[in-house]
């Protein structure tokens, strides 16, 4: 196993393709659209353009595709911080201690830029994720809620 930085050409379809999948796990209900395929195409076609503000690691089982993690270096009102976006392994490759490598990769990247701060955002459903965050030391800051309205 070995983690690297991402290649455009060797792994923009391998991680285009996982990201069904990785909002299927979070998002039960979700339809994967070629719209939403078209969007996620954009976004990673703009953050290999930005390598210093968008970290994108891919994990190798020898030559096979095992999974990626992308982060990137955000402002908000509370200062500079990087953001855990996606985290992604496939399916035989879960429950293995290789989400940990990816979040060390992650982390290692945000403290080059000099930035002492990591956030991430995970549904609740998605227990094994949250497992992960909490070994790592993230904590809940803020909810998010929702109420479904009648007519």
């Not at 290999?48 to 009102?77: H, T, Y």
């Not at 035989?92 to 990816?102: C, F, V, W």
Request: charged fraction near 25%; aromatic fraction near 12%; glycine fraction near 6%.
């Amino acid at each position: 196993m070995q983690i690297r930085p991402y290649r455009p050409q060797q792994d923009y379809r391998a991680v285009l393709n996982a990201q069904c999948d990785l909002y299927k796990i979070n998002f039960p209900r979700f339809v994967c659209t070629p719209a939403f395929l078209a969007e996620q195409a954009q976004r990673l076609r703009a953050a290999a353009k930005r390598p210093f503000e968008n970290g994108i690691f891919v994990l190798e089982d020898g030559l096979d595709f095992a999974g990626f993690v992308w982060v990137a270096i955000r402002m908000d009102l509370q200062g500079t911080y990087g953001s855990v976006d996606q985290v992604y392994l496939q399916e035989a490759y879960r429950r293995r201690g290789l989400g940990k490598l990816l979040m060390d990769t992650a982390q290692a990247f945000v403290l080059k830029q000099g930035i002492k701060v990591a956030r991430l955002y995970v549904t609740a459903e998605n227990h094994d994720a949250v497992k992960l965050y909490e070994r790592e030391g993230y904590t809940v800051t803020r909810l998010e809620m929702e109420k479904p309205l009648a007519e």
